[in-house]
T-cell receptor, first 111, second 112 residues
Framework: TQLLEQSPQFLSIQEGENLTVYCNSS?????LQWYRQEPGEGPVLLVT?????EVKKLKRLTFQFGDARKDSSLHITAAQPGDTGLYLC???????????FGAGTRLFVKA | DADVTQTPRNRITKTGKRIMLECSQT?????MYWYRQDPGLGLRLIYY???????NKGEISDGYSVSRQAQAKFSLSLESAIPNQTALYFC???????????FGPGTRLTVL
């Protein structure tokens, strides 16, 4: 069974701090996505990474796909209260027809 | 207007009742999915469909059925609801590349 493990499960930080959350697996994936979910809403796609070692930036968010395509990290610089939410990673198996989701990292940024 | 819509947004029902959750999309995507979300368990796939004539079971399909009425519509049914089906249910779509999904706002279902 393919599993995606996210860490930490919960993170509470002050506005302006930096943070990194991780998504790890023992399986190789064809692509990996990061989503953010706010209470009462569905997950919103932030980024898709496809190539091993790939780095993508979205304003203050930096996403990296591991060289072996088994893991990924999300780094947020100078976190703001608007970054508060549940961050989910998801990965597609090498056939590209099934996506599995991690349990998520719940981030709370205090003003 | 939202690209993926779900109805109803909230539903409270009793054990044994038949429930249908509906999903519509205007993104023109062929692929559609139904997930349930429980605290600490993330999103788990119930069923998915890659086109109108294609229906596939996900990891937790027992107790659920689906119907793909058109490219834009994918409904989920609980034939006889039970309390452990209380959860958030999400519909999602993706294009043929499948690299990333677009989710509806969810349905909060409570089975008493």
């Amino acid at each position: 069974t393919q599993l995606l493990e996210q860490s930490p499960q919960f993170l509470s930080i002050q506005e302006g701090e930096n943070l990194t959350v991780y998504c790890n697996s023992s399986s190789v994936f064809s692509s990996l996505q990061w989503y953010r979910q706010e209470p009462g809403e569905g997950p919103v796609l932030l980024v898709t990474v496809v190539t091993g070692g790939e780095v993508k930036k979205l304003k203050r968010l930096t996403f990296q796909f591991g060289d072996a395509r088994k893991d990924s990290s999300l780094h947020i610089t100078a976190a703001q209260p608007g970054d508060t939410g549940l961050y989910l990673c998801a990965a597609d198996n090498t056939g590209g027809f099934k996506t599995i989701f991690g349990a998520g990292t719940r981030l709370f940024v205090k003003a | 207007d939202a690209d993926v819509t779900q109805t109803p947004r909230n539903r409270i029902t009793k054990t044994g009742k038949r429930i249908m959750l509906e999903c519509s999309q205007t993104k023109g995507h062929d692929r559609m999915y139904w997930y349930r979300q429980d605290p600490g368990l993330g999103l788990r796939l119930i069923y998915y469909s890659f086109d109108v004539k294609d229906i596939n079971k996900g990891e937790i399909s027992d107790g659920y059925s689906v119907s793909r009425q058109a490219q834009a519509k994918f409904s989920l049914s609980l034939e006889s609801a039970i309390p452990n089906q209380t959860a958030l249910y999400f519909c999602a779509t993706s294009d043929l590349l499948g690299q990333g999904q677009f989710f509806g706002p969810g349905t909060r279902l409570t089975v008493l």
